[in-house]
């Protein structure tokens, strides 16, 4: 069964910081890894999708990493801004297990 | 392009009753995921649909089911409601049934009284 972790759960921070999400799983036997944003009460938006065989994605001030031997992903935001204020989620895909999320990261960035 | 749309947007249900949730995917994907997300916490996955069939399932017990229709349109039923079903239900679609990036609709917001 694949367990996943996100840490920290909740962060506050000013605007302009730069800032790692982390999500650390036990079973490196995946598909891929998501990153997702969602607003309180709302679905889930993709951010960013990272196969198995890849290393990192980017996009925009955006960019996630994957190390599979290791069991973890980081999610690095450059420049918050208050608009980023949301909760993140992270979500393995894998043949031997169903899709499983995080509980998220909830994010306040103050102007 | 139409994003994966899903209806009605709010319910309020009484416990024992029966509840039907739809599901439309993004255009051009044949694959629907459900999921159940209580408050704070991540979604827990239910089922996932591909060419009409429940392909994967979660630990939920009978009295959730589901339905694909040709159109790759889902439905995600649950019987004798209860409490502890009161909960946002996500709808996702997918290219494929591995390792093709998700897309989320809105979410049907489940009140049981």
């Known amino acids: 069964k694949q367990e996943v972790t996100q840490i920290p759960a909740a962060l506050s921070v000013p605007e302009g910081e730069n800032l790692v999400l982390n999500c650390s799983f036990t079973?490196?036997?995946?598909?891929?890894l998501q990153w997702f944003r969602q607003d309180p009460g709302k679905g889930l938006t993709s951010l960013l999708l990272?196969?198995?065989?890849?290393r990192e994605q980017t996009s925009g001030r955006l960019n996630a990493s994957l190390d599979k031997s290791s069991g973890r992903s980081t999610l690095y935001i450059a420049a918050s801004q208050p608009g980023d204020s949301a909760t993140y989620l992270c979500a393995l895909s894998g043949g031997s297990y169903i899709p499983t999320f995080g509980r998220g990261t909830s994010l306040i960035v103050h102007p | 392009d139409a994003g994966v749309t899903q209806s009605p947007t709010h319910l309020i249900k009484t416990r024992g009753q029966q509840v039907t949730l739809r599901c439309s995917p993004k255009?051009?994907?044949?694959?629907v995921s459900w999921y159940q997300q209580a408050l704070g916490q991540g979604p827990q996955f239910i089922f996932q649909?591909?060419?009409?069939?429940?392909?994967q399932r979660g630990n939920f017990p009978d009295r959730f089911s589901g339905h694909q229709f040709p159109n790759y349109s889902s439905e995600l039923n649950v019987n004798a409601l209860l409490l502890g079903d009161s909960a946002l239900y996500l709808c996702a679609s997918s290219l494929g049934t591995g390792q093709y990036e998700q897309y989320f609709g809105p979410g049907t917001r489940l009140t049981v009284t």
């Open positions: 079973d490196s036997a995946i598909y891929n």
């Open positions: 255009s051009g994907h044949d694959t």
């Open positions: 649909y591909y060419e009409e069939e429940e392909r």
């Open positions: 990272i196969q198995s065989s890849q």
